[in-house]
């Protein structure tokens, strides 16, 4: 089976920190297979991150706006038949839906391919469509380990897990300008991710805020903090709380420069959301900060040392915890701080 695969499809549309911990998978299948052709099937909001990845040959985008109104809306039923059309005239030999809901599922059926590999045990029975099904078990928590285990099964070997992001140098250059802008040295500063997309995954913000007053004091080191357009506000609030200059970058990057940005970074705080995880897979010095979510399978993989959370071993297999202890405010400052001079004195 492993040598017959020439033309394979990733479904991972979203969201933005599960695709990071994706790309794994994807270099692996790259390793396996130098001369195949490897697409990836995802929401237009985060194509960018794949735009120009030297391991993927195309991006196909999943509209999921759009065509969720494909039942009741002309437009989006041509757009959903257009890109089934798509999907069944790329013949692929495998497609591996990494994302495990009855949407993708449904989307690799519909494709056509007749090697179709995914997760068992998976919301909407979406294990239904596929024609090879993984289990998760204590050997692959972590979900690198997890896609990793899928696509090892199918390319018979093994792999360890390397992050890669596409190369920007024109986002390296605006970042620095923009830090330029902002009167921020570009090898001093600390980024600061306050917003998430889930309220509960928030660290209250005026922790944020004492947490910058001690690392300005501490290390000396500008503070930047970084979001969504819709994230702006959260961080206007924490310029008022803090009693330190903090430069809020909110909606004034693209997705490459974002990666510029916290690339270059002293030290990225962040909750569990998406560009936390990026900073994780950069490898930058970093504290994420979780709640509900189980660390043991979305935390800074192989980084145990970056997680500030209460039990981050003892959770089991479940993605989210309804235990109150688990809850993102049981997260004191002095716990963050601790992390955070293990992080600069590493």
Known sequence: MPESLKNILIIKPSSLGDIVLALPALTALRKSYPDAKISWLIRPEFSELLENHPHLNDVIIFDRKLLGKAWFHPHAF????????????????????????????????????????????????????????????????????????????????GTQAQFMFPQAPD????????????????????VFIPGSAHRDKCWPIQRFAVLADKISSQFHLSIVAAGTDFESDTIENLKDLANVQITNLAGRTSLSELIALLKAARLVISNDTGPGHIAAALAVPLVMIFGRSNPARVAPYARPQCVAAIEPDKRGLQPDSPDPKHNINNITVPQVYQKVCEQMSS
């Open 78 to 157: 041509t757009s959903l038949l257009s890109l089934i059309r798509r999907l069944r005239r790329s013949k692929f030999d495998a497609v591996v839906d990494l994302q495990g809901l009855f949407r993708t599922a449904s989307l690799a059926w519909l494709s056509g391919c007749k090697k179709r590999f995914g997760m068992a045990n998976t919301k909407e029975l979406a294990h239904f469509f596929y024609t090879h099904k993984f289990g998760q078990d204590r050997n692959c928590i972590h979900l690198v380990d997890y896609y990793l285990k899928i696509v090892q099964t199918i390319t018979a070997s």
């Open 171 to 190: 986002a390296a250059d605006s970042v620095s300008s923009l830090l330029a802008d902002n009167d921020i040295k570009p090898d001093n500063y600390a």
